[in-house]
Nanobody, 117 residues
Framework: QVQLVESGGGLVQPGGSLRLSCAAS????????MGWYRQAPGLQRELVAT???????NYADSVKGRFTISRDNAKSSVYLQMNSLKPEDTAVYYC???????????WGKGTQVTVSS
C-alpha cells in the first residue's frame, strides 16, 4: 500500500528546533516532488516547503531562513529542519508527494507541532 508516514513532531519552546521526517513506501520516490504543508486550527492547509526530484527547493515566505527541506532518495525520505520556531508555527504538518507526470498526489496523516512556553 502506498503511504507516507511522518514523524518528529512534538512540543517545543519558542526559539527551539525540531526535525520532521517523512518515509515513503510503495512509490518510485525519486521522481516525486516532495513537500511539507501545515494546517493550524481554523485555517486552511498551507504550503511550507517543497523539493523537486533534482533538489530544487521552494519555501513559504513565513519560514524562509528558518526551515530547511531536504531529501534522501536512497531512503525514500524527506525531512524538514525547523529552527527558531515561533508560536505561529503551531500546526499539524503533512507530508506530500506529487508526481509531476500525472495527477497523483499522496498525503501523509500528519504530525502535530506545538510551539509554546
Amino acid at each position: 500500500q502506498v503511504q507516507l508516514v511522518e514523524s518528529g513532531g512534538g512540543l517545543v519552546q519558542p526559539g527551539g528546533s525540531l526535525r520532521l521526517s517523512c518515509a515513503a513506501s510503495k512509490i518510485f520516490f525519486n521522481i516525486y516532488t516532495m513537500g511539507w504543508y501545515r494546517q493550524a486550527p481554523g485555517l486552511q492547509r498551507e504550503l511550507v516547503a517543497t523539493i523537486t526530484s533534482s533538489g530544487t527547493s521552494n519555501y513559504a515566505d513565513s519560514v524562509k531562513g528558518r526551515f530547511t527541506i531536504s531529501r534522501d532518495n536512497a531512503k525514500s525520505s524527506v525531512y524538514l529542519q525547523m529552527n527558531s520556531l515561533k508560536p505561529e508555527d503551531t500546526a499539524v504538518y503533512y507530508c506530500n508527494a506529487d508526481n509531476p507526470f500525472n495527477d497523483v498526489v499522496i498525503w501523509g496523516k500528519g504530525t502535530q507541532v506545538t510551539v509554546s512556553s
